[in-house]
């Protein structure tokens, strides 16, 4: 049985006050919820929100890491660093990072063996543009973003990693894959996963759906047998919103 888990990225907004409160709204609204959430502030908020949810199970993340250990690397943030202030999780490969900023697979690769190798769990993050969809690239594409992200990762560490499928043109622009679509996306990221790492890993697997979810979808996608949970972007910036997808993966 796979349990749901709930994340949010707040991607580059709220100030570490602004996030401290809506930190403190999530731990009062979702107190006595049995649902797995994480959180993934800005690096400059991650002090703050720490605070704000300390006592509560709410994991905080952060949005990116260096695939370097520490020294001359201008604007980066090691998982030392991180861990040091406890946070434990990551964001990998969110397709911002590959879009804005030209992470590649090979990149994203290392970022996740060492965060790995650091003891971090990971998030992820893996999926289609419009084009490639409509060009019938879907699973060539899904395909090398995870054998490519995850080469050298045992099979012993894949507990420590979340999958989110996020197609790319779903994300932030308000058009949302349908269940179905989802759904196959997903059941197809298991095979994979079983092709690579066999069938009790690919069962346990969690993988969740990003791309515009809101509290008026997330429960038609949250009841696909392989859809396990989400990661929301926009949605995840007020606890009205938040609150009530999280609460839907209960159903
Ligand atoms: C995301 O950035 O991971 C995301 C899914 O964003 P949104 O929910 O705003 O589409």
């Known amino acids: 049985m796979r349990k749901p888990y709930i994340a949010g990225n707040w991607k580059m907004n709220l100030t570490p006050s602004e996030g401290a409160k809506l930190a403190k709204e999530l731990?009062?609204?979702?107190?006595?919820?049995?649902?797995?959430?994480?959180?993934?502030?800005?690096?400059?908020?991650?002090p703050a929100v720490i605070a704000a949810v300390k006592g509560s199970n709410i994991i905080v993340a952060a949005q990116n890491v260096s695939d370097k250990e520490s020294g001359a690397y201008t604007g980066e943030v090691s998982c030392q660093m991180l861990k040091d202030i406890g946070v434990n999780d990551v964001i990998i490969g969110h397709s911002e990072r590959r879009t804005y900023y030209g992470e590649t697979d090979e990149w994203i690769n290392k970022k996740v063996l060492f965060a790995l190798s650091q003891g971090m769990n990971i998030d992820l993050c893996i999926g289609e543009t419009l084009k490639q969809r409509q060009s019938g690239e879907l699973e060539q594409v899904l395909s090398r973003q995870i054998k490519v992200g995850l080469e050298g990762v045992a099979a012993s560490d894949m507990s420590r990693i979340t999958f989110a499928y996020e197609p790319v043109w779903a994300i932030g622009t308000g058009m949302t894959a349908t269940a179905d679509d989802a759904d196959n996306a997903h059941a197809y990221i298991r095979k994979l996963i079983g092709s690579l790492y066999g069938k009790d890993v690919a069962e346990n697997a969690i993988i969740q759906y990003g791309g515009s979810v809101k509290p008026s979808n997330a429960k038609e996608l949250l009841a696909r047998e392989n859809i396990d949970g989400a990661l929301i972007g926009g949605a995840s910036l007020t606890a009205e919103k938040f609150v009530p997808i999280v609460k839907c993966a209960l159903e």
């Open 27 to 46: 731990v009062s609204e979702l107190k006595g919820v049995d649902v797995k959430v994480m959180i993934a502030p800005s690096f400059v908020c991650l």
